[in-house]
């Protein structure tokens, strides 16, 4: 292995790296690091001697995953397979569902695999690079359907090749919104989930601009039915924007532009979302407690000379609101003939001041703060978002104290007395039945002690009260003795 691969494997978030040339006693050490061996290794080589090695870092029924695939054929203990010493496993590909642990293990750890994109017509190179053993991380072509005027027509690769790609899909992190952990802390933000909209409005004489912005922080976008599909995001998209513009002039409303500004276009164009998730008070000069999410993805215009665009959403901590507050009947839409009404209002009056627009985001959680191009010439759509899921102690509801209205009193000395009698009856009548049933073969009611007794008590009580009830009758004493 050089000195780059195992400074790239480092940066990747690698814990500990080995040169197998110069670090004869590896296995050794992977043992006294993982304790008795590793319960899994992977296999992302060619080499059979890598191979050949890799059990012996394994512990007890450890998972052997062959992963590189060389040129001659693997040879395995038969003894340490039948002994279930080791499990020999395949793959090189997955689902985002088969893979949610290894996407949650690799965010908790901060390992980031770097991948190199290629155009189609770039194939070719990009197998040249990978011969040369020169290439570092994983490689992907971006699967257009366009081509540029300096490029010819490529004949399309052999489809075997694509087997390259598999792992690089492996590779693509999506944004879990109920499993969100970061610094050891998570945060679900599953709630938040459906589309949410908020509104920039600019007064751009003649016409009023007003760009929605749509946001679900946890799926895609869907498809709005009865909607043009020019004048929506593609599919993959997690935040939208359209800018229509009102002439109130001819009373005519039109959609200016669309712009895709975060999502997940890997497959579309090449552009993963790559969710960026950190905590508040992790940033410099800043003590608010609550998350910032950015989301990457989107370009405008769709050319090579269009700007990509980002995100950014700060959920700020606020223990009163859900974040859901103004969206539950989002009705804030205005139609030409009331911005007309507007633009005929500013156009009566004879002082230079822009009319007073509507505030469409009234009393919603999520406000809209900027969208501009930012570093890079990147568009930036800057957004905050108040709720209690950002709280770091959100999943700990606090504890209400007891009103002078809903107190309730605990149970006193005589509830317990009553209880610790009726306890102790139980244990006495369940001791005793057993004790006769193993001493005498005692059954039926001849089990219950002092069955006699028991089966008396009605007399017993019915005599009692009975002599009760003459000495409360007779008129006086008689000395102990009874009239006759």
């Given at each position: 292995l050089s000195a780059d691969a195992l400074t790239e494997a480092t940066a990747s978030g690698a814990d500990h790296v080995f040169n197998l040339k110069i670090d004869v006693d590896y296995i050794?050490?992977?043992?006294?690091?993982?304790?008795?061996?590793?319960?899994?290794?992977?296999?992302?080589?060619?080499?059979?001697?890598?191979?050949?090695?890799?059990?012996?870092?394994?512990r007890m029924n450890g998972v052997l995953m062959v992963t590189g695939i060389p040129q001659g054929p693997l040879q395995f203990q038969a003894m340490d397979i039948s002994m279930n010493r080791i499990r020999v496993r395949g793959s090189n590909n997955g689902t985002t569902p088969r893979l949610e642990k290894c996407v949650e293990f690799s965010h908790e750890h901060g390992i980031r695999p770097r991948v190199t994109?290629?155009?189609?017509?770039?194939?070719?190179?990009?197998?040249?690079?990978?011969?040369?053993?020169?290439?570092?991380?994983?490689?992907?072509?971006?699967?257009t359907t366009y081509t540029h005027s300096n490029h010819k027509p490529t004949k399309m690769p052999n489809p075997w090749h694509s087997l390259l790609l598999l792992p690089a899909c492996v590779a693509a992190v999506t944004l879990d919104c109920k499993h969100i952990r970061i610094d050891k802390k998570d945060f679900d933000l599953s709630a938040l989930g459906g589309p949410k909209t908020i509104h920039e409005q600019r007064w751009l004489p003649p016409s009023i601009s007003n760009t929605t912005f749509t946001i679900d922080l946890c799926s895609p976008l869907k498809k709005l039915k009865g909607v043009d599909s020019k004048e929506q995001c593609p599919s993959g998209t997690r935040v939208c924007g359209v800018e229509e513009r009102y002439n109130p002039i001819d009373g005519v409303k039109e959609v200016i532009e669309v712009r895709p500004i975060a999502g997940e276009f890997s497959t579309s164009h090449g552009r993963a979302m790559d969710p960026e998730v950190t905590r508040l008070k992790e940033s410099s000069n800043t003590d608010l407690e609550g998350l910032r999410i950015e989301l990457r993805g989107g370009k405008f215009p769709e050319t090579r000379s269009g700007d990509l665009q980002k995100a950014i959403v700060e959920l700020l901590c606020d223990r009163e609101l859900t974040g859901n507050e103004g969206f539950e009947e989002d009705g804030a839409v205005m139609d030409a003939a009331s911005y007309g009404r507007m633009g005929r209002r500013a156009d009566g009056d004879n002082d230079?001041?822009?009319?007073?627009?509507?505030?469409?985001?009234?009393?919603?959680?999520?406000?809209?703060?900027?969208?501009?191009?930012?570093?890079?010439?990147?568009?930036?759509?800057?957004?905050?978002?108040?709720?209690?899921?950002?709280c770091e102690s959100a999943e700990k509801e606090p504890v209400k104290?007891?009103?002078e209205g809903n107190k309730?009193?605990?149970?006193?000395?005589?509830t317990w007395f009553i209880i610790v009698v009726f306890l102790l009856i139980a244990a006495y009548i369940i001791f005793g039945s057993w004790l006769n049933y193993s001493?005498?073969?005692?059954?039926?009611?001849?089990?219950?002690?002092?069955?006699?007794?028991?089966?008396?008590?009605?007399?017993?009580?019915?005599?009692?009260?009975?002599?009760v009830a003459d000495r409360m009758k007779s008129g006086g004493s008689r000395g102990g003795y009874s009239a006759v």
């Open positions: 050794k050490r992977v043992r006294e690091i993982t304790g008795k061996g590793c319960h899994a290794a992977i296999n992302v080589t060619n080499s059979v001697p890598a191979y050949s090695s890799t059990p012996q870092l394994l994109q290629f155009r189609l017509d770039e194939f070719e190179e990009m197998l040249k690079l990978m011969e040369s053993g020169k290439h570092k991380g994983r490689r992907a072509p971006l699967p230079d001041d822009e009319p007073e627009l509507p505030d469409l985001d009234k009393g919603k959680s999520l406000q809209f703060v900027s969208y501009k191009s930012e570093k890079d010439d990147v568009g930036v759509l800057r957004l905050t978002w108040k709720t209690k899921y950002a104290e007891p009103t309730t009193a605990g149970w006193g000395f005589f001493r005498y073969g005692a059954r039926g009611w001849d089990l219950i002690p002092h069955g006699d007794t028991l089966r008396d008590m009605p007399y017993l009580v019915k005599e009692w009260v009975g002599g």
